[in-house]
C-alpha cells in the first residue's frame, strides 16, 4: 500500500484527483490518502481522492472533525451514500461514536483552542495540522499571538526555506516551529540573520537546528546553507531504534537520582529512553498521587462540587464512595484543610493552594529516596536528642589561616565538633562551646 500523508493540507481537489490517478495507473498498489482540513476545503479532496480510485481515506467522527483535524467522516459517509463507492456499512456506526464523542469533548473543553474557522493561510506557511494549534498556543504564552502571528507564520515560511523546504513532521516541524518563534521575538530576519544592531545569529540558528537533530529525517536541515556552521556534526544515518540500548544505559543514572520515586520507570523501558525527563516526572506523580485514572475525567480536570459523590473501581470487588463536604479558609502556609466522607466515615486532608501565596514556609518533608532523611511520625519539635553529647576537638592550622569554624568563628585554631561517648549533655554544650568529658 502506498501511503499519501497531507500533513498540512495542501493536497487541492484537483491536485488529489491527479495523484491519485497517476498511482492507480502507473503502480496498481493501494493508495490510502490522509489529509487535514486545516483550510477548510480537505472534504473535497477526499473526495475527488475517491473518485480517482483511492481504496482508503482519513475521515474524524463529526465531533471532533474539522479545522487542524481530518475532515468530518459522516459527511463524508453520507456524500458518498448514492455513488459507486458507498460506505453504507458504517453509518450506523458512525451515528454510535458521534453521540458519544460530543458528550467526551465537553470534558475537555477547558482545551479548545481558539481557532473557529479555516485557515487559507495555511498555504503560506504549511504548518501541519498536529503543529498549527500547538504553534498558536505557543505563541501566546509568549504574548505574540494576539497581534503578532502573522509574522510568526511568515517566519514559519522563511525558516522551513533556510532549511531546505524539508518535510515537517515531529520532530522536523517542532525545529521549524522553535526557531520562527525565536526569530520573532529576538528581532532577527532572514536577510541579516541578526539582531538589529546586534551580532550576526545565523550560525547559531544553524547549531541549534542540527542539535536538535533524533535521526535520518532532518538531513537536509543539516545539508542546508543555515546549518553548514554546524562544528562538524553529522546526523544521525541509522535506524534510532538501533541506538536505544546505549540511550537507555545513558539515562540509568538520571534514574537512580529518585529511585524511591521511579520505581515504576524501569530503565528497560522504550518510554523512560526516548523521554527521560517526562518519564520520570510521570513516575513521580504516580509514585506520589497513585493511580489517578480511577477518577472520573470531569472530577480528574475540575474537582467535585460541595455534597457531590463519586464512587471509585479501585479494582475488583473494591469500591471506594467519595463525598466532598467543604474546603476551609486559606491557610498561613497556604494551604486548605478538605473535609470529605469517605465510606461514610469523616476525613480531612490538608491541600496546598497553588492560587494562593504563603505566608510562611511550609515544613520540610522527607525526599523520597534520600536515606539522611528521618520522617517523624507525628507533626511536633525537636526537644532533645537522647545519647552523647558533644566534644570539641581542635587542629591547628598555619598562621594567618583564619578559616570559618563550623560555629561561624574565626581563628588561626581550627574547631570541630564531635560526639563524645563520656559526655551525656544535650547538644546545648555545644551551643556554650564547653569540652565534655
Sequence with gaps: MIGIKDMAGLCQPRAAHALVKALKEEIGLPVHFHTHDTSGIAAASVLAAVDAGADAVDGAIDALSGLTSQPNLGSIVEA?????ATAASIR??????????EQVRHIYAAFESDIRAGASEVYVHGMPGGQYTNLREQARSLGIEEHRW?????????????????????????????????????????RSGTRPGGRNCVSGIGRAAVSRRPGPAVRRISASPAAQDSEGAKPLEVRPGRSLERRISSVSALRQRGAAAVKSATPSSPRISCIPRCSLDYAADRFRFGNVSTLPSAVFFYGLEPGEEISLDLERGKT??????????????????????????PRSVRVPDRSQVAGKPAQRKIEPGNAAHVGAPMPGSVVTVAGPGWTESRTRRPAGDARSNEDGGRSARGSRWRWSPKCSHTPACRSTRRTCS
Aim: net charge positive; with cysteine.
Design 92 to 101: 450506523k456506526k458512525c451515528a454510535a461514536f458521534r453521540s458519544y464523542w
Design 80 to 84: 458518498l451514500r448514492f455513488g459507486p
Design 150 to 190: 502573522p509574522e510568526v507564520a511568515r517566519a514559519y515560511a522563511q525558516v522551513n526555506e533556510m532549511f531546505g523546504d524539508i518535510i515537517k513532521v515531529t520532530p522536523t516541524s517542532k525545529v521549524v516551529g522553535d526557531l520562527a518563534l525565536m526569530m520573532v521575538t529576538a528581532g532577527l530576519t532572514r
Design 320 to 345: 471506594l464512595i467519595v463525598r466532598f463536604v467543604a474546603v476551609s479558609e486559606i491557610h498561613d502556609d497556604g494551604a486548605r484543610t478538605v473535609f470529605f466522607e469517605l465510606n461514610g466515615l
